[in-house]
Structure formats: C-alpha cells, structure tokens
C-alpha cells in the first residue's frame, strides 16, 4: 500500500538555520515523490518534485530509495518560508493519483 | 500557468440539504480530476477520482452514494455533498492535470469550505 509519513507535525527553527523536513515513504514499486507548500491563506502549490533534481527558493529534496525517504532540505531558512509541506507520493498506473502526509508545519522565527 | 478554479468558496448549509460544489480547469484540459477533503489542521484524504465520460473512483470507505461525483466535460468537475450532515463539514479541495505539458504535477483548487449547520 501507498503511504506517506511525515513524523514532525510542527518544526520551528530560527532564521538562518538550517532545516529538514522529513518525509517516509512506503510503496512497492518505484514512486514519484514531490513536495508541496501551502502558505498561510493560499492554495496548495507544487514546491519541487524528485525527477526534476531542482532546488526550488533554496531547497532540495533527495530521493533515497535505500532509505525510503525523501527529506526536504534548506541550508539557510528564511522567515518566508514559514508554512505547511506536505510531503506527496505517486504511485505507478494511470491514475496519477497524489497521497499526502499529514504535513509539517515549519515556524521561522526572527 | 494551469490554473484551477473551485466554486463556491466557502458555503453554509442546513442539515439535509445537498451541496454541490464545482471544480474548473481555467487554460487547459483534464481528463481526470481528484477531489481531496482535508480537516482543519490535518492532511488532505484522496476522496474520489473523477474521469471525464465515466464513473468516478472512489476511495475505501468514502460513500459514492453521499459524494456524488460527475465529470461531464474536460473542464469541469462537480462533486454533490448528498444530504449533507455536520459530520460533512470540511474543506474540500479538488486538483488536475494539465496534460499538456507532459508533466506529472497537479494543480490545486483553492478550495471550498462546507459547514453544516
């Protein structure tokens, strides 16, 4: 079965920290994993995806299958980035069905 | 960019009554739209994909009979909260793909709230 796990539900760091957030994975076969942000009154919106091997307003995101991760990372947080991530995956099939973790909500504090 | 537009944004209903709330893809076309449900402060649950031209699926132990979900064109999705209950409150938020470009990224509705009364 296709699971997601984000163990933090809240990670609060101060500015010029670094961050991580994680995120577990739990599927058979090989997944897509991405990232998702949702800041404070805005829409869900696409922050950066495995396959793309990109870093998105300074973070980075490493799939280790090996580990069944794919933690979400910033050398430097900024108070911006205060929000909630939510860690996604998608399994194989035509579907393109998305299945999310519980979402970690990160606090930058000045 | 994809854009996806949810309407209402935010509705209040009595107890027995039927919602219904609508799911558009503004620039582009989706053949398959995903209705989510999340709880306040809580992860969004995958609820039901909706197909263009044939039924839904839904997930385990989500009623099709209570969420009823029709996909009648490539732009537009409509999910009914059936004699909706307290129980039905919720922010419901819907999400497609632009197949266009190839890329396996959804794009998300804002959202619609649902209270119950």
């Known amino acids: 079965a296709q699971r997601v796990t ?33 800041y404070s009154r805005q829409r869900l919106q696409l922050l950066l995806r495995h396959i793309s091997r990109e870093s998105i307003k300074g973070f980075t995101a490493d ?12 050398p430097f947080a900024q108070e911006e980035d205060s929000a909630m991530y939510y860690c996604a995956l998608r399994g194989g099939g035509a579907t393109n069905k998305l299945i999310f973790g519980t979402g970690t909500l990160l606090a930058v504090q000045p | 960019g994809a854009v996806v ?5 935010w509705v209040i209903c009595k107890s027995g009554t039927s919602v219904k709330i609508e799911c558009r893809s503004l620039d582009f076309q989706a053949t398959t739209m995903f209705w989510y449900r999340q709880f306040p402060k809580q992860s969004l649950m995958l609820m039901a994909t909706s197909n263009e031209g044939s ?12 969420f009823l979900i ?12 059936t004699s909706a209950h307290p129980e039905d409150s919720s922010f419901y ?17 804002a959202g619609s709230r649902l209270t119950v009364l």
């Open chain 1, 63 to 74: 799939l280790n299958k090996g580990e069944t991760s794919f933690h979400l990372k910033k």
């Open chain 1, 6 to 38: 984000q163990p933090e539900k809240l990670l609060s760091v101060f500015k010029g920290a670094p961050v991580e957030l994680k995120c577990n994975y739990s599927y058979s076969g090989s997944p897509e994993l991405f990232w998702y942000v949702q």
């Open chain 2, 5 to 9: 537009s949810q309407h209402p944004s």
């Open chain 2, 55 to 66: 039924k839904a699926t839904y997930e385990q132990g989500v009623e099709k009979d209570k």
């Open chain 2, 70 to 81: 029709n996909h009648a064109s490539l732009t537009l999705s409509t999910l009914t909260v």
């Open chain 2, 93 to 109: 938020i819907c999400s497609a793909r632009d197949l266009a470009t190839g890329a396996n990224v959804l794009t998300f509705g």
